[in-house]
C-alpha cells in the first residue's frame, strides 16, 4: 500500500465516520440552537435508536428478509419511536425545567442520559448484542483502496437526511417558526408560532436522526452495548462545537472535519490509534479557548 | 438473646457433629478451596462440583490406601483475606492435601499457608505468573500460566508459515502482557512484528487501525483482548479485504464473538483453556457431571476434577498420607492422564506441557483445531 492509498482510504474512512458524528451532532445543535439546552441525553437516543432498530429488525426479518428492505423498513420505525421518545423526554424532563437555571436543565440531561443507558443495560444484562444482517462484504475495489457498498449506501443515507434536513429548516414555514424562535422566543410567541410545537418537532428530528444514525452504527459494526452512545455524545458534542453550536451547516461539517481528523491523526507514525480521542478531545479544548464560536457559528444573533 | 443462645448451642452442636463426622479415623481428608460465595461464585461450585465428582468415583472404585476421600470446603470468595481465612481453616482441620484455586489473587496470599503447615496444594484454576515466584515448593498449578498461552500462540504461527506478525491489544493488565509477551517471544526468534498498536475500550470504529494493519501486510493478526471488541476488529478487517490468518487470545474464547463477527469470524483461531466442549477425552466426565448435577459442567470443572484425580493418585503413589510424601509424589508425576491432558511439572512446579487448545471458528462455532 502506498502512501496515496492509505491517504485515499482514511478519506474515505474519515468521511463514513464524520458522518455517523454529523447526524448526531445535528441534533445537538438543533436542540441548544432553539432552547440552549446541551441535551446530554442525545447520544443515548443513537444508541436507544439502535437497540429498537434491533428489535424491528429482528422481528420483521421473517417478513422481509434482514438485507436492505428490512434496513430501511427497521431504521424508518426507529426513527419514529425514538423520535417520540425525544419528544416525550423534553415534555416530561425538560419542559418543567426550561425557565430554570441553565445549569439546573443540563443537569437534568445528564440524568436522562443515565435513566435512557441504565434502563437498557438493565433490560439486556449489560450484555453485547449482535445486529446480524445479511449484507456481503462486496464493494468498490479501487487497487488498495476498497470501500464496501455498505459504506457508500451509509454515507449516501447519511447525506440524503442531512440535504432533507437543510431543505426542511430553510423552505419550509416550519422551518422558518424553528429558526425564529432560535432568535428569540418571545417574539415569535407573540407573532403567533406555537413555539411549544415547534420545539418538539426539533427534539423530535434531532433525536429521529441520532436514530437514523444508531441503526446505521448497529448494521456497520454489527453489535450494540447499552454505553455505545456514552462517546458517540460526546465525539458529536465536539463536532458540533467545531462547526459552531447552533448552527446545522457547522454540524455537518464539524462531524466531518472531526471524522477526518481523527482518521488522519492515527496515521502518523509512532502515534497509534489509541490516541483518536485524544485528538478530538484536545481540539474541542483548543476551540473552545481560541475560537469558541466554532467554524461556521457566527453571533449570537443567528443560531440556526 | 435466648434465640441467639438456641442458635449458638444449635450450630455448636452441628459443628461437632460434623468434626466427628469428618473426623472418621480411616478417612483421607482432601480440602477443596474455591470460591462459593460472591462474584465468582459460580465458577467456584462448578469446581467445587467437579471434585466431589472425582472423589465420588475415587471412593467407588476403593478409594485410596483402601481409606474413603472425605472432602471439606474452604470458601475463599475470590478474595485474599476470605482465602487466608479459608485455608487457616482447612489447616486447622487437619487436611492432608488442598485441591481448587480459582483467583489467582485469592490464591496468592495462601500458598505460604498450606506451604509453612507442608500441606500439598494443586491449583487447578489460577494460572497468573505471580504464583509461580511465591511458590513454596508444595502448590502445583495444573492450569497453563500465560506463558504458555504465547508458546501455543507462537507455535500456531509458525506452523502456519507466518513471517510478519500484528499484535494488537486494549492496553489494560491482561491484554498487554499477553501482546507484550507474544511480541517479545516473536522477535526473540527472529521473526518480525510489524504493528503492534493499542485500541481504546468500547471503540467501535477501527477503521484506521485496520487501515495501518493493512498497509503494514501483516501474515497475522493477533488479538489478545476480549470478545466484544475483538469481533469488531475481525468483522472491518475481514470488510476491508483483509482475508489472511486471524488470532485470537483466551479473553475472546466466547460464542458471543461469533456471533457479532457474523461469517467474518469463519476461520478465526483462538487459544482457549481447557473447557469440557473442547476435550476429546471429557465425553464420560461431562455426561456423568450432567447426571448428578442437571447441568452442564463450566469451563474449569475439568481442571478442577484433573486436580482431585491427580491428588489421590498421589496420594496411591506416596503409598501413605504423609504430607511430605505426597508431595514428593506429585512432584515425580509424570504424564499423569487427565482428562484436560498429560499432566508433569516442571522443576516450578507448572504445567510442564501447555494445556492450551486451539480452536477454530467453523459455521458459527468454535471447534477444536485439527
Redesign the interface.
Known amino acids: 500500500m502506498s502512501n496515496l492509498d492509505i491517504i485515499l482510504q482514511q478519506l474515505a474512512n474519515g468521511l463514513i465516520l464524520g458522518s455517523f458524528y454529523a447526524l448526531v451532532a445535528l441534533g445537538y445543535t438543533m436542540v441548544y440552537g432553539i432552547i440552549k439546552l446541551l441535551n446530554f441525553a442525545h447520544g443515548d437516543l443513537y444508541m436507544v435508536g439502535g437497540f429498537v432498530g434491533f428489535l424491528v429488525l429482528s422481528l420483521i426479518s421473517g417478513l422481509m428478509g434482514s438485507s436492505w428492505a428490512g434496513i430501511l423498513c427497521s431504521m424508518v420505525f426507529s426513527m419514529l419511536a425514538v423520535g417520540l421518545l425525544g419528544v416525550i423526554i423534553q415534555r416530561i424532563a425538560y419542559v418543567p425545567m426550561l425557565r430554570a437555571p441553565r445549569l439546573s436543565i443540563l443537569i437534568t440531561a445528564l440524568a436522562v442520559s443515565m435513566v435512557l443507558s441504565n434502563g437498557v443495560m438493565a433490560i439486556t444484562d449489560g450484555e453485547y448484542l449482535a445486529f446480524n444482517t445479511d449484507l456481503g462484504y462486496e464493494g468498490l475495489d479501487l487497487g488498495n483502496v476498497f470501500i464496501s457498498y455498505t459504506q457508500l449506501v451509509l454515507v449516501v443515507s447519511a447525506s440524503l437526511l442531512m440535504i432533507i434536513l437543510y431543505l426542511f429548516v430553510h423552505k419550509t414555514l416550519y422551518g422558518k417558526a424553528m429558526r425564529a424562535i432560535a432568535i428569540d422566543q418571545d417574539a415569535c410567541r407573540l407573532m403567533g408560532i406555537n413555539v411549544n410545537r415547534i420545539i418538539a418537532l426539533t427534539f423530535f428530528i434531532g433525536s429521529s436522526l441520532a436514530a437514523a444514525a444508531g441503526v446505521m452504527a448497529g448494521v456497520y459494526y454489527g453489535s450494540l452495548h447499552f454505553f455505545m452512545g456514552f462517546v458517540i455524545g460526546l465525539k458529536a458534542f465536539t463536532a458540533a462545537v467545531i462547526g459552531g453550536i447552533g448552527s446545522i451547516p457547522g454540524a455537518m461539517l464539524g462531524g466531518l472535519v472531526l471524522g477526518l481528523l481523527e482518521a488522519f491523526g492515527t496515521q502518523i507514525p509512532f502515534i497509534g490509534s489509541e490516541w483518536k480521542d485524544v485528538f478530538s478531545f484536545g481540539l474541542l479544548i483548543l476551540l473552545l479557548i481560541f475560537k469558541p464560536t466554532g467554524l461556521l457559528g457566527k453571533t449570537e444573533i443567528e443560531r440556526m | 438473646m435466648i434465640t441467639k443462645q438456641v442458635k449458638a448451642i444449635a450450630v455448636g452442636i452441628l459443628a461437632s457433629l460434623l468434626i466427628v463426622g469428618q473426623g472418621w479415623a480411616a478417612d483421607v481428608k482432601i480440602g477443596i478451596m474455591v470460591p462459593t460465595t460472591g462474584s465468582e461464585a459460580t465458577a467456584g461450585k462448578d469446581m467445587e462440583n467437579a471434585i466431589k465428582l472425582a472423589v465420588d468415583e475415587i471412593n467407588k472404585s476403593g478409594g485410596v490406601l483402601g481409606k474413603n476421600i472425605v472432602t471439606i470446603t474452604g470458601d475463599d470468595g475470590c478474595d485474599p483475606q476470605m482465602a487466608t481465612a479459608a485455608a487457616s481453616k482447612l489447616v486447622s482441620n487437619d487436611v492432608v492435601g488442598v485441591v481448587g484455586g480459582y483467583c489467582s489473587g485469592a490464591t496468592l496470599p495462601t500458598l505460604k499457608i498450606y506451604g509453612d503447615a507442608g500441606i500439598p496444594f494443586v491449583v487447578a484454576a489460577a494460572n497468573s505468573t505471580k504464583l509461580i515466584d511465591a511458590n513454596p515448593g508444595t502448590a502445583f498449578q495444573i492450569n497453563s500460566t500465560g506463558f504458555d498461552q504465547v508458546n501455543s500462540a507462537v507455535a500456531l504461527f509458525k506452523e502456519k508459515g507466518v513471517k510478519k506478525l500484528a499484535i494488537v491489544n486494549q492496553?489494560d493488565g491482561y491484554s498487554e502482557d499477553l501482546a507484550r509477551l507474544t511480541k517479545e517471544k516473536w522477535t526473540g526468534m527472529g521473526n518480525e512484528v510489524v504493528a503492534y498498536?493499542?485500541?481504546?475500550k468500547?471503540?467501535?470504529?477501527?477503521?484506521?487501525?485496520v487501515?495501518?494493519i493493512?498497509?503494514k501486510?501483516p501474515d497475522a493478526v493477533f488479538w489478545t483482548a476480549y470478545?466484544?471488541d475483538g469481533?469488531?476488529l475481525i468483522?472491518?478487517l475481514?470488510?476491508?479485504?483483509y482475508h489472511k490468518l486471524i488470532a485470537v487470545g483466551d479473553g475472546s474464547n466466547s460464542p458471543?464473538l461469533l456471533?457479532?463477527?457474523?461469517k467474518?469470524a469463519e476461520g478465526v483461531y483462538c487459544f482457549s483453556n481447557p473447557t469440557a466442549d473442547y476435550l476429546p477425552a471429557a465425553g464420560d466426565f461431562i455426561k456423568n457431571y450432567k447426571a448428578r448435577y442437571h447441568q452442564a459442567p463450566d469451563a474449569y470443572g475439568p481442571l478442577a476434577y484433573d486436580g482431585m484425580k491427580l491428588m489421590a493418585d498421589a496420594i496411591t503413589r506416596a503409598g501413605s498420607t504423609d504430607k511430605a510424601a505426597i508431595v514428593k509424589a506429585l512432584k515425580e508425576t509424570k504424564d499423569f492422564n487427565g482428562i484436560t491432558g498429560a499432566i508433569s511439572f516442571t522443576d516450578k512446579n507448572t504445567l510442564a506441557k501447555s494445556n492450551f487448545v486451539v480452536l477454530i471458528a467453523r459455521g458459527g462455532k468454535w471447534m477444536l483445531n485439527k
Open positions: 492496553g498498536a493499542v485500541v481504546n468500547g471503540e467501535q470504529d477501527q477503521s484506521s487501525l487501515t495501518l493493512k498497509s501486510r470478545y466484544s469481533a469488531l468483522k472491518q475481514r470488510q476491508a479485504g458471543k456471533e457479532i463477527a457474523g467474518a
